[in-house]
């Protein structure tokens, strides 16, 4: 038996290499390479990831994995073998009830739809994209569907991303969290507005990357184990638990950008820099899920780097860099501006008491097309309808609505969800650090950060994948994914600072 | 009969997808990777190599080889498909008559040699690394006798690097080279030495850069379709006829290193960006050998980057990038200094006069262990010797002796004399190209190379791998390899440098 566990590790070790070189390829494509390589690039990321799913839905695979069933019921359930086995397994059923014809035609249509989408947008044309997202939702109806009997159309979608999760319970988090986030809103709106223009001015590039990178390195991301480089869209990527690439994007005009995304993906790069070794080249070297890592990078980007006490360590430093833009500006107008709340039309330029409500507006238009009860064509309009509702305000045009998103030129339905629980998670495992570290807040201040690194990689990080999102939130902080603890952690922070 | 070749190119094709995933790896590793991504990138690039190695060695390309063979005799000789099958099932023998078992010791000997030649190095040791080096011969021996009978052992490793080249021609080229190059040294060594001290100065490193991309931009790299990083060693790679890299090092007290660096690995550079895209995805997808692509860099480095008439164009341009080191420098006395020849223990260091010499030693060494003439060792003090003879000098270590070169570690046997042979061809061509573009050195005078990069992309880029080094040269210039043009050209610019 430990011979075919072997056996089975080294396939699992090859796709994981070969899935290690595809993210490589992408990461250059998005930080290196020159306009010339880009049809190249595709053959090769379309010939490795062929390579990897033939590899990982073999028949050898298959056996291995039916001959391990009875050794799985009889190892610890919550070591590495057996988790290895359980999440190989799943997804091994996953890959191969999926029929490699569904795989091609997904691939093709979302290659030509990621162009009619970009030129769509560019010329504020909803209709011409209309066609390609309408085939996008058919085939993933039709990937839903290979999934059937399912209790909700939605529930194989997002399980791509959530493992386990289901569409219900994501429906009963994201209404009490609704009604709640909206009213918040309206208090909010009613308060004089706080001023933010000192950040909208020239700050010079090289300082804003430089005190990226001071803070970062004091929070703990590891450069002997990654790098930041430049691109178009910051992102973190990895090609192994020792080597964790982060990117950003400076804007010559706005001081906070650059900054809260570079702290944004150290965060997400410390959980991966903090996965155990043993789990390395196999299924489980790589976050519980989206949702969970987006706890992470929340977490250093907001509940830490948003937060007054951080503030206070490090922003003598900020205004050293630059007095021109900051010498008049005090701490508590600055920890004011940067946390400015204000309806606005896209998503990623969202603040922390709006950004759930685009995530809803998304989810809730994307069930509503699954179940058809609405059609692709009338889109743009239930869109604005839902901004009115829930942001009070209403799109210009739909490059600034409905077409401000890759995701679903991209195939990506059941994607957005995650964004808005990872939030929740965020702010959950924050009130048990509060409780194990309650000092936690004067370490910030004083600029330290190991006590709380050394806790989220105890906790969350060294498991990696082993669990399903549900149990490890369970776990670590003794109930289900919540949202609670997050529309608690709102009232508080802006009752403070809009004096509601 | 189509049918099947397309089955064949598919195959092809993604053997080349897997190879330039692992040129990106291997790019990577020495450009950007952070130090902890070592282990996983080891595996990275095993897993792909045996993925490479196994699809194209699979009995399906063999048999689809063995049906055409009927159909190749019927192709026009030169036509791209015909070449096509030619050179896949020379190579396609070759790798099958490689048992995998010799694959992998020797991937596993040279692995640590490497590391064990570094230490010897550091430490001026030659016999800790003597017995890594006696396997490494004794592999490379045994899988020279794989391709018995040969007329000469030294045969099947340097048909590796220079498809059909025979040892003995290469002897016979060198023993030529080898007296003249001699004479031509003694005579030099008797002339007053000319002034290169101002080259050996502080140079501001990005000036130093800028002044590399600008003349590099004038040749015809084109940046669309390549990149410049900054690495350990120079080097060129390519994923693609249209994604070809080129890497430098900057040394802040000596201009000339990265400069001609630059310089020599655009033309490798330019080499590949000029292969028909008709040869993309397939194995005609690269240079002809090692030496017909050394022919290119040093064509671009020494006959032309180390010209009169290139200086007359760009010095004045240099002149104003460093107005404090060359104000005082004339054009002569400039020309001059970066044309000083002075035997010296390094070979990467080494002038157009004593390069092939230092090619020529290590050739005869290598030889020499091979037939069981000298053994492994008794290296230091051979080398020794035959530095003194060729070039008059003695190394004081073996550090600046025969353990100067990374290549014996990794098994690279049978690669040096690519080198010279590189040398050799690029004469031979200039030649040709003096008739064909007469007005070519006014062309330079006047910072144009279109028509001479025409040239090159016409007889000799455009072809790719398609023909053998041999053949290549005697369509383009009428001969095979032949040392006398490079001989005359030493003697008439050194005859005029040095007044002999």
Chains 1, 2 share one sequence.
Request: hydrophobic share 40%.
């Amino acid at each position: 038996m430990e011979e075919k566990l072997k056996q089975l590790k080294a396939i699992l070790g090859e796709v994981s290499d070969i899935n290690n070189a595809i993210a490589l390829l992408d990461w250059d494509q998005q930080v290196n390479m020159p306009p010339g390589g880009v049809e190249a690039r595709g053959y090769q990321i379309a010939t490795l990831s062929n390579l990897a799913h033939v590899k990982f839905t073999s028949d050898e695979v298959g056996k291995l994995l039916d001959e391990f069933q009875p050794l799985a019921e009889q190892l610890d359930p919550d070591s590495d073998d057996a988790r290895l086995l359980r999440v190989t397994k799943r997804e091994y059923d996953k890959q191969t009830r999926v029929p490699s014809e569904l795989v091609i035609e997904f691939a093709q249509v979302t290659s030509v739809a990621h162009n009619a989408w970009q030129e769509a947008r560019e010329k504020n044309d909803f209709a011409s994209f209309a066609p390609y997202l309408e085939k996008i939702f058919a085939l993933r109806r039709r990937y839903a569907d290979l999934f059937a009997p399912y209790d909700h159309v939605y529930d194989p979608l997002l399980d791509d991303f959530e493992p386990g999760l289901k569409t219900a319970d994501v429906l009963a988090i994201f209404s009490e969290l609704r009604t709640q986030q909206v009213e918040l809103l309206k208090e909010i709106a009613s308060r004089p507005q706080v001023d933010d223009s000192f950040l909208r001015q020239p700050y010079d590039e090289q300082k804003q990357w430089d005190f990226g990178v001071e803070v970062i390195s004091k929070m703990g991301y590891d450069w002997k184990r990654g790098r930041q480089d430049h691109s178009a869209h910051p992102f973190t990527t990895n090609f192994d638990i020792d080597d964790v690439r982060i990117t950003t994007r400076i804007l010559p005009d706005y001081a906070a950008s650059a900054f809260f995304s570079t702290v944004h993906e150290a965060g997400h790069a410390m959980y991966e820099q903090g996965i155990s070794k043993a789990l390395r080249r196999t299924p489980l070297a790589g976050g519980a899920s989206l949702a969970v890592h987006e706890s992470q990078s929340r977490m250093w980007e907001n509940l830490i780097g948003r937060s007054l006490p951080f503030w206070e360590h490090f922003y003598p430093r900020l205004r050293e860099l630059f007095p021109a833009q900051l010498g008049n500006v005090d701490l508590q107008t600055f920890y004011k501006g940067i946390n400015k709340v204000e309806p606005s039309l896209i998503r990623t330029e969202a603040d922390e008491a709006t950004y759930n409500l685009h995530v809803m507006v998304r989810l809730e238009l994307e069930i509503a097309v699954l179940e058809n009860r609405l059609q692709v064509k009338d889109l743009p309009e239930a869109w604005n309808e839902k901004m009115r509702d829930y942001l009070g305000i209403t799109p210009p045009n739909d490059s600034e609505g409905v077409l401000q998103d890759v995701h679903w030129s991209g195939g990506s339905i059941g994607y957005f969800p995650t964004y808005a629980l990872g939030n929740l998670i965020s702010v959950q495992l924050w009130e048990c650090i509060l409780q194990d570290i309650p000092d936690v807040n004067a370490q910030i201040r004083r600029g330290e950060f190991g006590e709380l690194l050394n806790w989220l990689r105890e906790k969350i990080h060294r498991h990696g994948a082993k669990f399903e999102p549900q149990e490890l939130v369970q776990r670590v902080t003794g109930t289900k994914i919540d949202p609670a603890p997050y529309l608690r952690y709102l009232r508080t922070k802006y009752g403070e600072i809009y004096n509601l």
